[in-house]
């Protein structure tokens, strides 16, 4: 599943990191915010979560394979 969608602002993004770190999810690195921007990549058993976020128009992006 692929999915675009625009947030109110960083602290919508933050929460849900917290969030899929709740679910159970490992992440590739530590997800740390650069200039306003995050990606990352979480892993709960077989299941991907790829994730990128822009503060300059709150744009999200994401996709989950599982």
Known sequence: MYLE???ENSDVVKAYI????????SFDS???FIDGHVEFFAFRGE??????YGEDD?????E???
């Open 47 to 52: 299941n991907i979560l790829g994730f990128g």
């Open 5 to 7: 969608i625009t947030v």
């Open 64 to 66: 989950y394979v599982k």
């Open 58 to 62: 709150n744009f999200v992006a994401m």
């Open 30 to 32: 530590e997800p740390t």
């Open 18 to 25: 917290e969030d899929v770190r709740e679910a159970g999810f």
